[in-house]
């Protein structure tokens, strides 16, 4: 079985070697050399030790969870078991041939070391794993100079120097190898799956190189256009995205500064749209000039909603009856609250429908967006109900009365994740000389557009003029689920004249912003550095939960700003204009097609 980097061959036979020859290089240790006993007895005992020691971790996290002991608080027997477990561990990647970590744990050199920790030393390995991006290392910095590279007992002479190069031009090799192809082969006939890669490989840029290949030999069709260097695919495998043969490049703009609530924020906005930026960034302009904006968190609740179903009505309605009692709440807290450190049940509200009942469980849930952490508090729940109702059959952990992304009037009516309201008060001389309108021309339209004309086509939240456009350009840049753009948009924006109708006030009510600092796609890399601008990234030490809430006021007030210069150019009859300049290359259209 192949290590994840394959290089101790290669580095011996393409280098000149000073006062030693091919027949004296020394053969480290092997993994087996542990002890010294016949190699079946000493694998045995390490694999009984690892898997034993597991079972006991196991079983005494498991009853840390369920008597909510800290997990970091550890007895004398937990650290021996852990100590076991990393010695047995390390014993057991030797004995399958991963030699980068055998070479570092059982013949660990200052020089090698070295050449592992400090990407300046790693010329070498690049130039024989060029695959492999020096983590850390920013998108717009050159990798480091060439140096020497010296390892014991044998004496390496440098190649000459490279070009600096950027991470997005560290190269794959162009010319498969006998093995690649083999491989790639094996994908095309259906021999080996195509999901299987990364785990038969060890190197998931190496996967999505061959599966991309085998993709463009299957299919006929050209990839060539899709990036695939200079993106790490480790940071994704098993978390973001399965199968990958590549990325997509999607331009990030900033609008702002944004004044909110006395502090400025640059805002990040991934979109392929011409003008939402800068449209969003006059409005930024306008706010601030006014003094800023304002934002006042509502609520901040996840939602689950599992569907039961039962024999009879009369006995779904006693469970309804049963979760709704106040007088039980308290020991379904308990349950719920039992696997996680930061979830916490705040309220459980049923709807019946015959003999089938819809729970919608609504619980904080830290900086985390949450969805995975109130499911898994509901299965407690149903667990822990089952005892006095045995009779209850789930049908399934979301019955869609959460409402997850899907427009959906409980949304609207309850709120999910982050319920906010952002107001602002703009002066009528910035309202003419920074929005090109006035107020009553605004008050107006926002009556007949975003109310009236909302109603009129029968719209579930969608009481704005593209609060969504705000909100999916700044999920991508940070991030967040794309998908819950759908619930997330919901907004009802208002507009009224202040000071005798020389004034505006402009707000935006958005009840189920659903964002998080931690999990999921904030943990990329670009993503995790849109998060660092605004000063959100990860979880908040201080007040768990203070990151998440603080992005979603920032979306709402971002999505103020926006409202508020799409709708003045809609009045001024800049629209069209703005667009044409932006979007479209400026040519006679009548020329061109004559």
């Given amino acids: 079985m192949e290590g994840t980097r394959r290089r101790s061959t290669k580095s011996i036979h393409d280098h000149k070697l000073v006062d030693h020859d091919e027949s004296s290089a020394v053969i480290g240790p092997k993994a087996s050399d542990a002890l010294p006993l016949p190699l079946y007895i000493t694998n045995a005992l390490f694999f009984t030790v690892f898997f034993s020691v597991v079972y006991f971790l196991l079983t005494r996290w498991r009853e840390k969870i369920r008597n909510s002991t800290p997990l970091h608080l550890l007895t004398l027997s937990e650290i021996a078991a852990i100590f076991a477990f990393i010695t047995s561990f390390i014993y057991m990647l030797g004995f399958f041939g991963i030699d980068f970590v055998q070479s570092l744990i059982l ?3 200052p020089d090698v070391w070295a050449a592992h920790d400090d990407e300046e030393d790693e010329e070498d390995l690049l130039k024989e794993d060029a695959c492999i991006v020096p983590c850390g290392q920013a998108l717009d910095c050159p990798a480091p100079p060439p140096q020497k590279l010296t390892v014991d007992p044998i004496v390496v002479v440098p190649s000459p120097p490279l070009k600096p190069k950027a991470v997005d031009e560290v190269p794959f090799p162009t010319t ?11 994908v095309v006939a259906g021999k080996i799956p195509s999901y299987s890669l990364e785990s038969k490989l060890g190197d998931c840029m190496r996967a999505a190189a061959i599966r991309r290949e085998a993709l463009q030999r299957i299919t006929s069709k050209s990839l060539s256009g899709l990036p695939l260097e200079g993106f790490d695919y480790e940071s994704i495998l098993g978390q973001c995205c399965e199968m990958p043969v590549g990325y997509v490049q999607i331009p990030v703009g900033i609008a702002g500064p944004l004044l909110l609530d006395g502090k400025e924020y640059s805002v990040p906005m991934a979109t392929t749209e011409g003008c939402l930026v800068a449209s969003t960034n006059r409005g930024c302009k306008a706010i601030h000039l006014c003094g800023g904006a304002t934002s006042v968190l509502l609520r901040d609740a996840m939602t689950r909603a599992p569907v039961v179903r039962f024999g009879t009505a009369k006995r779904a309605a006693q469970l309804k009856l ?3 009692d106040p007088a ?18 705040q309220n459980i509200k049923c709807a019946l429908a015959g003999k089938n009942l819809y729970m919608r469980f609504s619980c904080s849930t830290g900086d985390a967006m949450g969805m995975n952490m109130v499911s898994k508090g509901v299965q407690n729940v149903l667990d822990f109900v089952q005892n006095d109702f045995p009779d209850m059959d789930v049908l399934g952990i979301s019955g869609n009365y959460c409402s997850d992304k899907k427009p959906a009037a409980v949304n609207w009516i309850e709120g999910r994740g982050k319920s906010v309201v952002c107001e602002a008060i703009i002066k009528g001389d910035v309202v003419r000389k920074v929005l090109k309108t006035n107020v009553n021309t605004l008050v107006e339209l926002n009556m007949l557009k975003n109310l009236t004309g909302s109603a009129m086509a029968g719209a579930l939240g969608g009481f704005n003029a593209h609060a969504s456009n705000i909100v999916s350009a700044i999920y991508i840049a940070t991030g967040q689920d794309p998908a819950q753009n759908v619930e997330s948009s919901h907004c009802i924006t208002m507009m009224e004249p202040l000071n005798g109708g020389e004034d505006l006030h402009v707000s935006v009510t958005m009840p189920s912003i659903e964002v998080g600092t931690v999990g ?8 995790s550095a849109c998060l660092n601008l605004l000063g959100v990234k990860g979880a908040c030490k201080e007040t768990p939960g203070a990151n998440a809430r603080l992005l979603a006021s920032i979306v709402a007030g971002s999505v103020l700003a926006g409202e508020l210069s799409l709708m003045s150019a809609i009045a001024a ?16 259209v009548a020329k061109v097609s004559s």
């Fill in 107 to 109: 013949r660990p050199s």
């Fill in 176 to 186: 498969l190898t006998e093995e690649d192809e083999e491989i790639i082969s094996s």
């Fill in 322 to 324: 049963y979760l709704e």
């Fill in 328 to 345: 039980n709440f308290e020991a379904v807290s308990t349950a719920f609250n039992k696997s996680s450190r930061f979830g916490r049940l």
């Fill in 520 to 527: 999921g796609g904030t943990q990329l890399a670009s993503q």
């Fill in 573 to 588: 009859g800049q629209l069209v204009q703005s667009h044409m300049q932006y979007n479209r290359a400026n040519k006679d």
